[in-house]
């Protein structure tokens, strides 16, 4: 791939152009970090678009995951190939299990402004076209009529037979999610996510394109970075409302509160265990522990884990080590797993999954889609999934109201 260089002083501005290129293309991925201080970011803006081989389900060998520009998402239900689970609740949108596309055309905006852009030919026309000014005219089309899958009495009922079985012993903590689906005829989807990015400014919000199957994603977590030989994850379990008065005070409470403590701290030894399957030995470390970070709506509790590779693991390897992700799991993984797709209505498909893009060296980064609309356009189907940690100190009534608190960004975005 030839390259080409500029200096962008606006990233807004540029992401602003890619949505609107993105109308055109079939295949296309944006992820940014919308500015967000991140201390293990690596760019501010990356995207790809254009296909010379798409690898569905089966086609996705584990040498794809290896050296080369690839863009692509994990659904959660890839979990069956990892583990000794099985998917049997409906599948509403119809999502792969796993899709990945090689870019005819990609980009990176660094965190000091400069703009690289590689393709196969014509690099700087390719650059031209992004520095021109956005004249998008979006349609007003942006709402979706949500419709709950269970009622706010069946997910109380389940969140208290689910502690019964923490209470017997059979799991410590478990994630369970609701979900919500809307039919549609027209959506235009650069707008809706615009505004979804407006209402979270989320640092692993994606757009992503795959024909007929769309993600809107306004995630604050990253599942797992490799850079090198250095593992990097990121969980997140803990959450309560951004204060507009005093939120350093809501901040604290937060930090402080042992409920949501206990949830963080068992999913952050679920990493370390699910890392040290890969890693090498003594390496796993906790570089953070309770870190409290305000997003536009809410406050979360992060910790990161980080651990060196061993010699001779693949990135196959690595994802089949820690996927699904233990903050949309629970502990133990198996058992929590099974369990949850005994008590939800719905299957998550690429929700609780995740998106990312994997670099010539083989590096990667993948983020956790949650705080997401996913869209099958063939189907006209949209949905929407949302969830919390459930643990013998949890409160029904009061996860429903966070699973509520968690979904207000995107919900009001699709009014």
Known sequence: MDCASTHIVDSRTLENRLLELSNSRS??????????????????????????AVYTDQELLPEHLEKGWKFGFFSYELRTQFESVTQENQALGNWPKTQFFVPEVVGVLHIDGRLDVWSEDAVD???????????????????????????????????????????????????????????FEELNSVALFKKMVQGTLAPFSAFVKMEDYELLC?????????????????????????????????????????????ENVMIVDLVRNDLSRVA????????????TYAFKNVNQLISTVEAELREGV????????????????????????????????????????????????????????????????KKGVATLHVGGAITILSDALQE??????????????AK
């Open 218 to 262: 306004t995630s604050p977590e990253r599942f797992i970075k490799r850079e090198g030989r250095k593992l990097c994850s990121q969980p997140i379990k803990g959450t309560n409302r951004y204060s507009k008065v005093d939120n350093e005070s809501a901040k604290t409470a937060l930090a402080q509160s042992e409920k949501e403590r206990a």
């Open 27 to 52: 295949f296309f991925a944006m992820y940014t970090s919308n500015g967000y201080p991140n201390s293990e970011k690596c760019y501010e803006l990356i995207f790809g678009w254009g296909a010379k």
């Open 280 to 291: 090498a030995k003594g390496s796993v470390k906790v570089s953070e522990l309770f870190g």
């Open 400 to 413: 429903y109201q966070e699973c509520l608190l968690k979904a207000e960004s995107v919900l009001k975005a």
């Open 314 to 377: 693949t990135n196959w390897e690595i994802i089949a080590a820690s996927f699904p992700m233990g903050s949309m799991t629970g502990a133990p993984k198996v058992s929590a797993m099974e369990l949850a797709e005994r008590f939800e209505k719905v299957a998550r498909e690429v929700y609780s999954g995740s998106v990312g893009y994997i670099t010539p060296e083989g590096d990667f980064d993948f983020n956790v889609v949650i705080r997401s609309i996913a869209l099958n356009r």
């Open 125 to 183: 026309e390719v650059l031209n076209e992004l520095l021109l000014p956005s004249n998008e005219v979006e349609s007003e089309v942006t709402s979706l009529d949500f419709e709950p899958v269970e009622t706010k009495q069946e997910y109380i009922r389940n969140v208290n037979a689910l502690k019964d079985h923490i209470q017997r012993g059979d799991i410590y903590e478990v994630n369970y999610c609701t979900g919500f689906k809307a039919e």
